[in-house]
């Protein structure tokens, strides 16, 4: 497992999911075992699924509405965006105004690519390389 967690950014990014009513008890856990809480939860960020990126009519619509958010409440929140391809991750990088980007359903072959794409450009997340393990 540990040649595909060296594709992503150096640190072990953890899941915000958690158990009901556990969530400060499990992100303390995560840190004092040497994890990284890149957010405690869904206030202190914004995430773009591909819902939202779907609803806004794109990878630039929905960027731009999330960043003139942030501009209008006078917030300065830092923002995170699901790609499902290669396509849509060439749009994010030639837009940027982005944080992090999070490889949705990517393969492990796939992040590497993806990873080499982004170039140490921004942070970068692959869920499901964190729940693969090599053969």
Not at 85 to 92: I, K, P, S, W, Y
């Amino acid at each position: 497992m540990q040649r595909y967690w060296k594709a992503l950014t150096p640190a072990y990014w953890i899941p915000a999911k958690t158990t009901p009513g556990m969530r400060i008890l499990e992100k303390m856990a995560v840190k004092i075992g040497g994890g990284v809480n890149h957010r405690i939860g869904l206030f202190d960020m914004i995430l773009l699924k591909d819902n939202h990126v779907d609803f806004a009519g794109g990878i630039d619509k929905a960027i731009n509405r999330a960043k003139d958010y942030c501009k209008e409440k006078g917030k300065d929140l830092k923002i995170e965006i699901e790609v499902r391809n290669f396509d849509e991750l060439q749009q994010v990088l030639d837009l940027g105004g982005v944080d992090r980007i999070m490889f949705d359903n990517f393969t492990p072959e796939m992040t590497k690519k993806a990873v080499d794409m982004v170039a140490g450009k921004y942070e970068t997340e692959s869920p499901a390389v964190s729940l693969r393990y090599p053969s």
